[in-house]
Every structure is written in C-alpha cells, then in structure tokens.
C-alpha cells in the first residue's frame, strides 16, 4: 500500500505564496495521474489540480492561473505552487490518485490563509 505525506503548508497573508509537496512511497506512484486535493471545514473534499503520468496538468477554475502542479518521479513525489493566495483558499490540502481506487489518505496539510 502506497503512503502518502502531505507538508509546505502554513499561515501565509492574503496573495502570498506557498508550495506543497506530496511523497509516496513506492514506485507505483509514477504510473497514476495525480491530484491536489482541499477540505475547508465543513465543505467537501474537492479536486483542484491534476497532473497525468506524463506530466500534463489541468486545474479546478477556482485555481487555474494561481496554481501549478508538478512531479518528480525520481523523487515520488507531487508538488503544487500555490500564488495569489486568497482566503478561500484555506483548507486542508491532500494529495492522492486521480481515478479509484484511491489509496489511504495521509494527514494532509493545512494551509491558512489570512491578514
């Protein structure tokens, strides 16, 4: 089972910057599309960036422009550059495959956004 840890995050002012970074733990992790996901408190869990095995990304319309994602095979690990911060960004941000079956979720990081 692949193990996931989410980390980068903390309390940055409104248009700051922040970058995530997720490691996985085997090399399976390099054959997945890959995703960045957020739970706000009371909200659902919502995807906001993907990024295919080969490297192509797609983003939620809420992030496209502020976010980027990328990936490291050699390193398994998944990052996202996080620009423009804005409130609504504050959540708890998880990484995980794209398409099921999901692997266990990690703890995720959480990212606060506020002046």
């Known amino acids: 089972q692949v193990q996931l840890v989410e980390s980068g995050g903390g309390l940055v002012q409104p248009g700051g910057s922040l970058k995530l970074s997720c490691a996985a733990s085997?090399?399976?992790?390099?054959?997945?599309?890959m995703g960045w996901y957020r739970q706000a408190p009371g909200k659902q869990r919502e995807l906001v960036a993907t990024?295919?095995?080969?490297?192509?990304?797609n983003y939620a319309d809420s992030v496209k422009g502020r976010f980027t994602i990328s990936r490291d095979g050699a390193k398994n690990t998944v990052y996202l550059q996080m620009n423009s911060l804005k409130p609504e960004d504050t959540a708890v941000y998880y990484c995980?495959?794209?398409?099921?079956?999901?692997?266990?979720w990690g703890q995720g990081t959480q990212v606060t956004v506020s002046s």
């Open positions: 995980n495959r794209v398409r099921p079956p999901v692997w266990v």
């Open positions: 085997g090399s399976a992790f390099t054959i997945y599309a």
């Open positions: 990024i295919t095995r080969d490297g192509i990304p």
